[in-house]
């Protein structure tokens, strides 16, 4: 096999191996074991040495079976669990935790298919991973309790049984710290030159002890038409775990699964040169494998995110999700979710281009609708990628358009590379894991590429195709492989004479369609229109709420646009998600915090969907599910959902949705409601310490208390908000009474939440405002809640609040500013708190700071996470990320006009530069707000600002211009030709329509 690789399907549970030597210690003592269940599950056990867990899932959630232990574990062992049962797919977990039963470690088996005859499951020490707590010490060393777990997939089984046990373990010699060298009867095959061997009928190798491996690195010079692979652990009586057939030789990498053993024969007639071991990692993960050959490969041979960190984009249609392509900034299309990609090849004269060879120019539609591109350049060719989505949202449609141009009379060849790699990177692995997309066979029957299932229908006719097997290499119209390391290679031959444009196009389903589209006529016309009929769908669907900065300003508007518009493709149906890959969830936060992002643009439809969607996924008891997906709603308690949902159903109504349409959901949101109010009274009792008084008790709805649930002001900052949104809920019902017990609730939990966050910095001697009560730890990103969204301004103690944004400021953003380094850019939300605080400069510079860092810039998008270096390969979550997204618009509207809720104000141009007067007008479009529309306009006048406001109603108090935000403090003010005396320096206008003049020279 040149360049090519083998991977064995032969491993029970995921690489533990099943074994008849049994353990000689038993590891749980034989009393019963004890059944437990997330809500809505239903759990029971039976058996003590023995144990039998019965579950049944109605949804989302796990079942449980758990037993002490006094496992003091020695540096090398064996644990064996028997395992038998019914109920296929779901996760399989064994825990294991210490005496604080805080920390937690794993065995974790994913999609583990239970069968009633059994198998063994055989642990090491190095298939224990940590899995959390806040231990600093990972290491495991034993545990004071087991849990044996079943978790709900989205395909598992929603009932089942399983039967552990008696579970065995044995101590075992540590392993040994010296090296052990590879030895061999053929000695050329370990002497380090793969040049040169010794032809042999076969070849065995001896590793000097038992080593744990994961498969071979073979090097032929003259490869057997069939050999096999076979281990031993005493070099008499071997068991085979391969058969190769075919291989065309060169460097075979067979990958073996997870192997302990000694010694290793290579059975076939033929001259192997050199021979070496894989690493674990490699026989278990694909993209373990793909990653050692584009390690040895030349760069540009294999997708860049198998070596470095790679960026992407999104190709989808509105309400589409999961259902979209992605395109990366090499300009490879990824066929779908978890799907193969397209990766196009140049071949100019003797020249090999791929894109580690040519420049690469991203690029973005100039209306800045969701239309990315790239661009390749060199040798005198200029090549753009132009993907785009198109049809029904739950059965959508991708076509790409390779558009090629030459500067010179050549010929090129195009090759477009069918490769069973994603777009999405190895490092993304939550929900929908990155890297190998397994193609098991390809073929070509007339203009259609098969690709296991899917279709890529070539509407450009091809000059060749020829299909690969990784193993055996080219086969010519189709290829096979059961390791699902199949690939294809689509050659065009393109005539380019000077200034003339030849395309290439395919298209392909993103939604598990087979049909074709219509294509009438010309197929480069029909692209064309498809094309058109997108941008005006994009158009309609972005509403007429804009806003548009002059030219030379920073890409405010720019990423504000798209960043409405990535929302909505990742939207899923009904459902808003934060990715269309790692984040292919709902989560109430998001949801909520992205709702009114689109309340604000206009799209009450989708956001009053959302809301309809979710509220009907609680949970009998009241509770707020924290997200929704496949397996339906997650029952983890995460206290900020609570608060969550009434808060969205109290703003739907106060930005126009009739409460005819939240009256049915009102069950929902008062039983959230009450359940929270449930979780305050727990902390309300006499020895609750101050700082914890009347707070939601600990969860981790906040990643950064993944370790270990904690008293998170974040909790209590939505909780809060949800009391308010309920109490307007209810008052638009007609509850009045009900009205009036949640106000009053909300301003006595108001109270218990100011008073613990002055108790919490005393606690610590801080005169910041901690990001949880019971750590004292700093997070300004989370505190920003208790500013934003419809918080109060008196909700935060003034001096805290302003110390804990001047440390944030000096002691994050300006050393960050010298010395980069990584973080999430949910930062953005401190934007928002800096506009509050009257200080526009800030915000702007941290913007400044911020646009720096999206990626690709030329897509005004973020990740969940920036990077440093650039390119070292880490997890970035979704790239654009919608919750980041979300962030970032609602903070570049706060620029422009936020809500002051408890004075019932619209402030204007917080964070507006009146440099940017000078480069052109600037317009604020429909911006819709609780009382309609607002439309603003700011011009420079000589030397003055113009303000144009035009709305439909004032808000009650008014509109607000902080005036020394914009201009100096004695600067004139006239209104509708009127002199306006300031309060603490701010006009108040409360009149729907106003012309605002800033300045001494009118």
Same mark, same amino acid.
């Given at each position: 096999?040149?360049?090519?690789?083998?991977?064995?399907?032969?491993?029970?549970?995921?690489?533990?191996?099943?074994?008849?030597?049994?353990?000689?210690?038993?590891?749980?003592?034989?009393?019963?074991?004890?059944?437990?269940?997330?809500?809505?599950?239903?759990?029971?056990?039976?058996?003590?040495?023995?144990?039998?867990?019965?579950?049944?899932?109605? @949804?989302?959630?796990?079942?449980?079976?758990?037993?002490?232990?006094?496992?003091?574990?020695?540096?090398?062992?064996?644990?064996?669990?028997?395992?038998?049962?019914? /109920?296929?797919?779901?996760?399989?977990?064994?825990?294991?935790?210490?005496?604080?039963?805080? $920390?937690?470690?794993?065995?974790?088996?994913?999609?583990?298919?239970?069968?009633? &005859?059994?198998?063994?499951?055989?642990?090491?020490?190095?298939?224990?991973?940590?899995?959390?707590?806040?231990?600093?010490?990972?290491?495991?060393?034993?545990?004071?309790?087991?849990?044996?777990?079943?978790?709900?997939?989205?395909?598992?089984?929603?009932?089942?049984?399983?039967?552990?046990?008696?579970?065995?373990?044995?101590?075992?010699?540590?392993?040994?710290?010296?090296?052990?060298?590879?030895?061999?009867?053929?000695?050329?095959?370990?002497?380090?030159?793969?040049?040169?061997?010794?032809?042999?009928?076969?070849?065995?190798?001896?590793?000097?002890?038992?080593?744990?491996?994961?498969?071979?690195?073979?090097?032929?010079?003259?490869?057997?038409?069939?050999?096999?692979?076979?281990?031993?652990?005493?070099?008499?009586?071997?068991? =085979?775990?391969?058969?190769?057939?075919?291989?065309?030789?060169?460097?075979?990498?067979?990958?073996?699964?997870?192997?302990?053993?000694?010694?290793?024969?290579?059975?076939?007639?033929?001259?192997?040169?050199?021979?070496?071991?894989?690493?674990?990692?490699?026989?278990?993960?694909?993209?373990?494998?793909?990653?050692?050959?584009?390690?040895?490969?030349?760069?540009?041979?294999?997708?860049?995110?198998?070596?470095?960190?790679?960026?992407?984009?999104?190709?989808?249609?509105?309400? /589409?999700?999961?259902?979209?392509?992605?395109?990366?900034?090499?300009?490879?299309?990824?066929?779908?979710? =978890?799907?193969?990609?397209?990766?196009?090849?140049?071949?100019?004269?003797?020249?090999?281009?791929?894109?580690?060879?040519?420049?690469?120019?991203?690029?973005?539609?100039? =209306?800045?609708?969701?239309?990315?591109?790239?661009?390749?350049?060199?040798?005198?060719?200029?090549?753009?990628?132009?993907?785009?989505?198109?049809?029904?949202?739950?059965?959508?449609?991708?076509?790409?358009?390779?558009?090629?141009?030459? $500067?010179?009379?050549?010929?090129?060849?195009?090759?477009?590379?069918?490769?069973?790699?994603?777009?999405?990177?190895?490092?993304?692995?939550?929900?929908?894991?990155?890297?190998?997309?397994?193609?098991?066979?390809?073929?070509?029957?007339?203009?259609?590429?098969?690709?296991?299932?899917?279709?890529?229908?070539?509407?450009?006719?091809?000059?060749?195709?020829?299909?690969?097997?990784?193993?055996?290499?080219?086969?010519?119209?189709?290829?096979?492989?059961?390791?699902?390391?199949?690939?294809?290679?689509?050659?065009?031959?393109?005539?380019?004479?000077?200034?003339?444009?030849?395309?290439?196009?395919?298209?392909?389903?993103?939604?598990?369609?087979?049909?074709?589209?219509?294509?009438? /006529?010309?197929?480069?016309?029909?692209?064309?229109?498809?094309?058109?009929?997108?941008?005006?769908?994009?158009?309609?669907?972005?509403?007429?709420?804009?806003?548009?900065?002059?030219?030379?300003?920073?890409?405010?508007?720019?990423?504000?646009?798209?960043?409405?518009?990535?929302?909505?493709?990742?939207?899923?149906?009904?459902?808003?998600?934060?990715?269309?890959?790692?984040?292919?969830?709902?989560?109430?936060?998001?949801?909520?915090?992205?709702?009114?992002?689109?309340?604000?643009?206009?799209?009450?439809?989708?956001?009053?969907?959302?809301?309809?969607?979710?509220?009907?996924?609680?949970?009998?008891? @009241?509770?707020?599910?924290?997200?929704?997906?496949?397996?339906?709603?997650?029952?983890?308690? =995460?206290?900020?959902? $609570?608060?969550?949902?009434?808060?969205?159903?109290?703003?739907?109504?106060?930005?126009?949705?009739?409460?005819?349409?939240?009256?049915?959901?009102?069950?929902?949101?008062?039983?959230?409601?009450?359940?929270?109010?449930?979780?305050?009274?727990?902390?309300?009792?006499?020895?609750?310490?101050?700082?914890?008084?009347?707070?939601?008790?600990?969860?981790?709805?906040?990643?950064?208390?993944?370790?270990?649930?904690?008293?998170?002001?974040?909790?209590?900052?939505?909780?809060?908000?949800?009391?308010? @949104?309920?109490?307007?809920?209810?008052?638009?019902?007609?509850?009045?009474?009900?009205?009036?017990?949640?106000?009053?609730?909300?301003?006595?939990?108001?109270?218990?939440?100011?008073?613990?966050?002055?108790?919490?910095?005393?606690?610590?001697?801080?005169?910041?405002?901690?990001?949880?009560?019971?750590?004292?730890?700093?997070?300004?990103?989370?505190?920003?809640?208790?500013?934003?969204?419809?918080?109060?301004?008196?909700?935060?103690?003034?001096?805290?609040?302003? &110390?804990?944004?001047?440390?944030?400021?000096?002691?994050?953003?300006?050393?960050?500013?010298?010395?980069?380094?990584?973080?999430?850019?949910?930062?953005?939300?401190?934007?928002?708190?800096?506009?509050?605080?009257?200080?526009?400069?800030?915000?702007?510079?941290?913007?400044?700071?911020?646009?720096?860092?999206?990626?690709?810039?030329?897509?005004?998008?973020?990740?969940?996470?920036?990077?440093?270096?650039?390119?070292?390969?880490?997890?970035?979550?979704?790239?654009?990320?919608?919750?980041?997204?979300?962030?970032?618009?609602?903070?570049?509207?706060?620029?422009?006009?936020?809500?002051?809720?408890?004075?019932?104000?619209?402030?204007?141009?917080?964070?507006?530069?009146?440099?940017?007067?000078?480069?052109?007008?600037?317009?604020?479009?429909?911006?819709?707000?609780?009382?309609?529309?607002?439309?603003?306009?700011?011009?420079?006048?000589?030397?003055?600002?113009?303000? $144009?406001?035009?709305?439909?109603?004032?808000?009650?108090?008014?509109?607000?211009?902080?005036?020394?935000?914009?201009?100096?403090?004695?600067?004139?003010?006239?209104?509708?030709?009127?002199?306006?005396?300031?309060?603490?320096?701010?006009?108040?206008?409360?009149?729907?329509?106003?012309?605002?003049?800033?300045?001494?020279?009118?």
């Amino acid at each position: 096999m040149r360049g090519h690789l083998s991977i064995v399907v032969l491993i029970l549970a995921a690489g533990l191996l099943a074994t008849a030597v049994a353990a000689q210690n038993a590891l749980v003592t034989p009393t019963p074991w004890t059944a437990g269940a997330s809500e809505g599950v239903t759990s029971k056990a039976r058996g003590g040495e023995t144990a039998r867990l019965d579950y049944g899932f109605k @949804g989302a959630g796990y079942a449980f079976i758990v037993q002490d232990l006094d496992f003091a574990a020695p540096e090398n062992f064996v644990i064996d669990i028997p395992v038998k049962g019914e /109920g296929a797919g779901n996760d399989l977990q064994i825990k294991f935790t210490d005496a604080s039963g805080d $920390n937690v470690w794993w065995v974790t088996r994913p999609a583990f298919v239970p069968t009633p &005859q059994g198998t063994v499951l055989r642990i090491r020490p190095r298939h224990i991973d940590f899995a959390w707590g806040p231990i600093k010490d990972r290491a495991f060393l034993g545990g004071k309790r087991i849990e044996v777990v079943v978790v709900k997939t989205a395909k598992g089984a929603a009932s089942g049984w399983l039967e552990v046990g008696p579970i065995r373990w044995r101590a075992e010699a540590p392993e040994p710290k010296t090296a052990a060298p590879l030895k061999a009867d053929v000695k050329a095959v370990v002497d380090g030159d793969a040049r040169t061997g010794t032809p042999a009928a076969s070849v065995t190798l001896d590793l000097s002890r038992a080593r744990a491996f994961g498969g071979l690195k073979l090097d032929w010079g003259k490869v057997p038409a069939l050999y096999t692979v076979a281990v031993s652990d005493n070099g008499r009586r071997f068991r =085979e775990l391969r058969r190769v057939a075919g291989s065309d030789g060169g460097t075979d990498y067979v990958a073996l699964g997870e192997v302990d053993a000694r010694y290793v024969r290579v059975n076939g007639q033929g001259q192997l040169n050199e021979a070496a071991l894989l690493p674990l990692e490699i026989g278990l993960k694909p993209n373990a494998l793909l990653t050692e050959l584009a390690r040895t490969a030349p760069r540009g041979d294999y997708p860049r995110g198998l070596t470095e960190q790679a960026y992407w984009t999104v190709v989808g249609v509105a309400q /589409g999700g999961p259902r979209a392509a992605l395109l990366s900034e090499d300009g490879v299309v990824e066929l779908g979710p =978890e799907r193969p990609s397209l990766t196009p090849v140049l071949k100019v004269g003797a020249k090999r281009l791929t894109w580690a060879q040519v420049r690469l120019v991203q690029g973005m539609d100039a =209306e800045r609708l969701p239309l990315p591109t790239v661009e390749w350049q060199g040798e005198g060719v200029q090549m753009r990628i132009a993907p785009l989505a198109f049809g029904e949202s739950n059965a959508p449609y991708s076509l790409v358009r390779y558009e090629m141009r030459s $500067n010179a009379a050549q010929t090129v060849r195009l090759e477009l590379h069918v490769q069973p790699m994603q777009v999405n990177p190895p490092a993304q692995f939550l929900t929908r894991p990155g890297g190998y997309a397994p193609i098991r066979r390809l073929s070509l029957e007339g203009d259609t590429v098969s690709v296991d299932d899917q279709p890529l229908w070539l509407l450009t006719r091809p000059k060749d195709f020829t299909a690969s097997g990784f193993l055996i290499g080219p086969q010519g119209a189709s290829a096979s492989d059961t390791d699902g390391l199949a690939s294809g290679v689509i050659g065009y031959e393109l005539n380019l004479t000077p200034g003339e444009a030849q395309s290439v196009i395919v298209a392909f389903p993103l939604g598990g369609q087979t049909v074709r589209p219509t294509i009438a /006529g010309d197929v480069a016309k029909w692209a064309e229109t498809q094309a058109e009929s997108v941008r005006a769908d994009w158009r309609q669907r972005l509403g007429d709420t804009r806003l548009v900065l002059p030219a030379g300003a920073p890409p405010i508007a720019d990423s504000a646009r798209l960043a409405l518009a990535y929302q909505l493709i990742l939207l899923d149906g009904d459902w808003l998600k934060p990715g269309a890959r790692s984040y292919d969830r709902s989560w109430i936060r998001d949801g909520a915090m992205m709702s009114e992002g689109l309340l604000r643009m206009g799209l009450r439809k989708e956001a009053l969907a959302y809301f309809k969607a979710y509220a009907p996924m609680s949970f009998e008891t @009241g509770k707020v599910p924290c997200c929704v997906d496949a397996r339906g709603a997650d029952p983890t308690p =995460e206290n900020d959902s $609570n608060g969550q949902l009434p808060w969205l159903a109290g703003e739907l109504i106060r930005f126009g949705v009739a409460p005819a349409e939240i009256a049915p959901y009102w069950p929902q949101v008062s039983g959230a409601i009450a359940y929270q109010e449930g979780l305050r009274q727990a902390n309300l009792t006499p020895q609750t310490e101050a700082r914890y008084r009347g707070l939601m008790p600990p969860s981790i709805s906040h990643e950064g208390y993944s370790d270990k649930a904690a008293y998170s002001y974040w909790d209590n900052f939505w909780a809060l908000k949800g009391y308010r @949104g309920a109490a307007v809920t209810a008052q638009a019902l007609g509850k009045t009474a009900e009205a009036a017990r949640l106000t009053a609730q909300g301003e006595a939990f108001a109270r218990d939440l100011k008073a613990s966050i002055l108790a919490t910095a005393a606690h610590y001697g801080q005169e910041v405002v901690a990001g949880a009560a019971d750590r004292g730890d700093f997070d300004p990103t989370s505190t920003t809640m208790g500013l934003t969204s419809g918080a109060h301004t008196d909700d935060i103690p003034e001096a805290l609040k302003r &110390q804990t944004f001047e440390r944030y400021w000096t002691q994050t953003l300006m050393p960050r500013r010298q010395t980069p380094n990584s973080y999430t850019p949910y930062e953005l939300r401190n934007v928002g708190a800096f506009l509050r605080l009257k200080q526009p400069e800030r915000a702007r510079q941290a913007l400044t700071m911020f646009f720096a860092d999206q990626a690709p810039k030329a897509w005004f998008q973020w990740g969940e996470v920036v990077t440093v270096p650039y390119r070292q390969p880490l997890f970035i979550g979704d790239l654009p990320h919608g919750w980041v997204e979300s962030d970032y618009l609602r903070v570049a509207l706060d620029m422009f006009a936020y809500e002051r809720a408890e004075t019932a104000q619209m402030v204007l141009l917080s964070g507006f530069d009146a440099k940017w007067a000078g480069l052109g007008e600037t317009r604020l479009e429909r911006l819709h707000t609780p009382w309609g529309t607002l439309s603003l306009t700011v011009t420079k006048v000589g030397s003055s600002l113009k303000i $144009n406001i035009d709305s439909d109603t004032a808000p009650p108090g008014g509109y607000v211009v902080d005036v020394p935000s914009l201009m100096r403090r004695d600067v004139r003010v006239r209104v509708d030709g009127r002199p306006m005396a300031l309060h603490n320096g701010e006009a108040i206008v409360k009149t729907a329509k106003a012309e605002i003049i800033l300045g001494d020279d009118l």
